[in-house]
């Protein structure tokens, strides 16, 4: 069982920036595929960032350049951090955790709300 709680998430203007952090309870947190996803208002919930074990990221072509996911496997924690940011990133943000190796596990945390506005 993974438990994750994000934080960093707030108001922010156009143009600003924040990092997120999610911290993950239980054993074995570099065995997983940490990822962010978004939810806004009346939309799906879609893909940001992910990162895997060994490194590798995937980005949305909607925050490349503009966003970078890390992680510190001694701190059990990823980041999110957050540039030049748009009203269009307006939204919940979703921190998920993927199991690797069998067998696979799914958990996702709380979601912290970003909100860019003027």
């Known amino acids: 069982q993974v438990q994750l709680v994000e934080s960093g998430g707030g108001l922010v203007q156009p143009g600003g920036s924040l990092r997120l952090s999610c911290a993950a309870s239980?054993?074995?947190?570099?065995?997983?595929?940490m990822g962010w996803y978004r939810q806004a208002p009346g939309k799906q919930r879609e893909l940001v960032a992910a990162?895997?074990?060994?490194?590798?990221?995937n980005y949305a072509d909607f925050v490349k350049g503009r966003f970078t996911i890390s992680r510190d496997n001694a701190k059990n924690t990823v980041y999110l951090q957050m540039n030049s940011l748009k009203p269009e990133d307006t939204a919940v943000y979703y921190c998920?955790?993927?199991?690797?190796?069998?067998?696979?596990?799914?958990?996702w945390g709380q979601g912290t709300q970003v909100t860019v506005s003027s």
């Open positions: 998920n955790a993927d199991r690797e190796l069998l067998p696979r596990y799914n958990f």
């Open positions: 239980g054993s074995l947190f570099s065995m997983y595929t």
């Open positions: 990162i895997t074990s060994g490194g590798s990221t």
